[in-house]
């Protein structure tokens, strides 16, 4: 599919047994590549016995479902990998751990120079846009201008979340990422997370990639 994909990020707080039919809702809507499991304030615990209810809905909906922060969890609850953010070490351990079987993501960067260390650790991907931060309607300006810097002249794949309307997809399409990421605009959508997910497919229909001979 030449054209940027979605990337979903769950609510940092939910119960996993009440979110568990917005999750299949919204895998049915259509085109979703990966679903990132967020529950940064969670224990071990409790992140796994969410991601032994959530993983295999994720990975029935043709999605690869990763883990945020526990690269442990990701590989005991049978994972496609996980996103790491506290630390260059820690972001080499889980390519060296987890690689070449799961998947790596980072992101939480500030600094273009760390951005590029990253990359060299040969993650899958880097992801732009704070994820502790509270939505606004459309992606932060920060995000836009990093992630176009990104696209134009790097090869490792990078994500660029959006904000929280649907609408917000296309100015963060625009930028040449390979993914957008999207939280609150599915999850509190007022048709449900099936029509999110239909609507967003139908914006990325318009930002095909260039193609590469």
Not at 18 to 28: I, M
Not at 48 to 62: K, M, R
Not at 75 to 82: F, V
């Amino acid at each position: 599919m030449n054209r940027p994909r979605l990337f979903l990020v769950t609510p940092p707080v939910f119960e996993p047994a009440d979110f568990a039919p917005k999750l299949k809702d919204a895998l049915s809507g259509g085109d979703v590549a990966c679903v990132l499991i967020y529950m940064p304030q969670a224990s071990s615990k409790a992140l796994q016995d969410t991601a032994e209810l959530l993983v295999p809905i994720i990975q029935d909906g043709a999605a690869a479902a990763l883990i945020y922060g526990d690269t442990q969890v990701a590989g005991r609850t049978g994972s496609d990998g996980a996103h790491v953010e506290t630390s260059l070490e820690d972001i080499k351990l889980a390519v060296e751990s987890l690689q070449p079987e799961r998947i790596v993501g980072a992101g939480g960067t500030k600094l273009k120079h760390e951005d590029m260390e990253i990359a060299e650790t040969g993650v899958d991907y880097l992801f732009f846009g704070k994820l502790d931060l509270d939505e606004r309607e459309e992606a932060h300006p920060k995000t836009i201008d990093r992630a176009q810097w990104w696209a134009e002249l790097f090869e490792t794949p990078c994500v660029a979340l959006a904000g929280n309307t649907i609408a917000s997809i296309d100015a963060t399409a625009a930028t040449g990422a390979d993914f957008v990421a999207l939280k609150d605009a599915v999850w509190t959508h007022g048709e449900g997370p099936s029509a999110a997910v239909a609507a967003a497919n139908a914006i990325l229909e318009n930002h095909p990639f260039a193609d590469v001979d």
